[in-house]
């Protein structure tokens, strides 16, 4: 016979679990509901799926470029992505392979800038980009976000569990140090730049601030921004409001279920 003590424990977690995956998904939910339901309705808090789907993208489409839009945010998270996991793995490689009295003080600075805000660097980094005449480019956007501190001290944690036989045994065989790190590191690695890549392309994906200081024509506009515009009306249309918050969704949540199971394995330090 069970024990009773335990039977309500496990009730009790199941509930929990119950609850918090209720909470996750309840705005998701939400957002898809709100979608298929006019303005109106959204306000009067209706929880059903209505009938206005088709308008609101409709209306969403037509609202601006979404062509040019969609290839603003595509080629600055894609092309931001890939700059930032190469500068920071060679960074975090580096950092972790080459012996040097000072190299954990310069790591230990690199670590303490990570506590500056960025609200105290928008003003001199924005005054650099006007004097490099970058400003409503592209350059502005991913020239401050490359060197990511965090993804750098992520791919130096990572590398500590990088098998130093297989660099050594390289070397043997005469390989360069670039070609350890492309040929023999890189595929090592490649749970760890996985989960690298969720992180950095849902960050640069999300990317506000920074780009509506320095992007000030609505051609150079991304997704994320594009929907911000609609909500700034006097009388913003909340199931259009929904339709671009599923569109501005759904590419993080390709990438992540994609990568899932690298993801975990990442984030667990895994190396094959």
Known sequence: MSNPIALIGRAGTYLLLSLAAFLSI??????????????????????????????NIVKFVNSFDMVRVLFNSFL???LGTVL??????????????????FREKVFGGLL?????????????LFILMAQFKIINTYQAVLLPSIASIFIIFYFRQATKAFPSELRDAAKIDGLKEWQIFLYVYM?????????ATIIVF?????????????????????????VATLAAGYTPDFGVIMV???????????????LQRRF???????VK
């Open 76 to 78: 600055l998270a894609g």
């Open 202 to 226: 849902m960050a640069n994906w999300n990317s506000y601030l920074w780009p509506l200081i320095v992007l000030q024509t609505n051609e150079m506009k991304t997704l994320t921004l594009a």
């Open 112 to 124: 303490l800038m990570l506590s500056i805000p960025f609200a105290a660097l928008m003003i001199p």
């Open 187 to 195: 595929p090592v690695m490649r749970s760890t730049y996985a989960a």
């Open 26 to 55: 309840f705005p998701f939910f939400w957002m898809v509901v709100g979608a298929s339901n006019t303005s109106a309705d959204i306000i009067r808090g209706k929880g059903t799926p209505g009938g206005a789907l088709w308008d």
């Open 84 to 101: 930032t996991l190469l500068i920071a793995s060679m960074a975090g490689y580096g950092f972790e392979m080459f012996r040097s009295r």
């Open 264 to 270: 975990v394995e990442g984030m667990l330090g895994a």
């Open 244 to 258: 671009g918050a599923i569109a501005a969704t759904l590419p993080t949540l390709v990438i992540f279920f994609l």
